[in-house]
């Protein structure tokens, strides 16, 4: 059974070690998530996660299974739209339907917030991951930006990359 919490000011550390440990590195290659082949280095650390969860404008949804973190999203309330971003499955625990119940998650809470529609940005050569969100409804809106690639605690991009808007209206 899976719980979900709230992140919180001690959770930080555990937060960065789980998304690193998804998309980056050796780690991140037992699931099908990683971009260690697209960006080196971090995909986030402690410091960054921190300040996501003093912006009153956002939180850190945490999946807990047996009291252990499994997963993670970063929602932000954009007045009309819900942001998501670094939605996050343990490696060892891709495949098991976890990514669902977090998206099912993000629903709710944007129900809950009032908003009727869900942002993303997605790096454009990641279509495994892209095809995955429009399977469970997300559109392309056309919309592109640049990767952010002026700051190293995002990752250190080994090609030129850009990310694509995926929106799904609820």
Not at 18 to 28: C, H
Not at 35 to 48: C, H, I, N, S, V
Request: aromatic share 6%.
């Amino acid at each position: 059974m899976i719980h979900f919490r709230k992140a919180e000011i001690k959770d930080s550390e555990s937060i960065a070690t789980l998304v690193n440990s998804a998309y980056r590195g050796e780690s991140s290659k037992q699931g099908w998530t990683t971009e260690a082949d697209l960006l080196g280095g971090q995909r986030t650390d402690a410091g960054k996660i921190q300040e996501m969860i003093e912006d009153s404008s956002s939180h850190i949804e945490l999946a807990l299974k047996d009291g252990e973190l499994v997963g993670c999203v970063y929602l932000k309330n954009e007045k009309s739209v819900l942001y998501i971003g670094m939605l996050t499955v343990n490696p060892t625990l891709q495949n098991h339907g976890l990514g669902k119940i977090l998206l099912k998650r993000i629903e709710e809470i944007a129900m809950s917030w009032g908003l009727k529609t869900i942002r993303m940005n997605v790096i454009s050569l990641r279509q495994e991951l892209i095809d995955y969100y429009e399977r469970r409804g997300y559109k392309r809106t056309g919309r592109t930006e640049p990767f952010p690639d002026d700051d190293p605690r995002n990752g250190i991009p080994k090609i030129k990359l850009e990310f694509h808007e995926l929106t799904k209206l609820l």
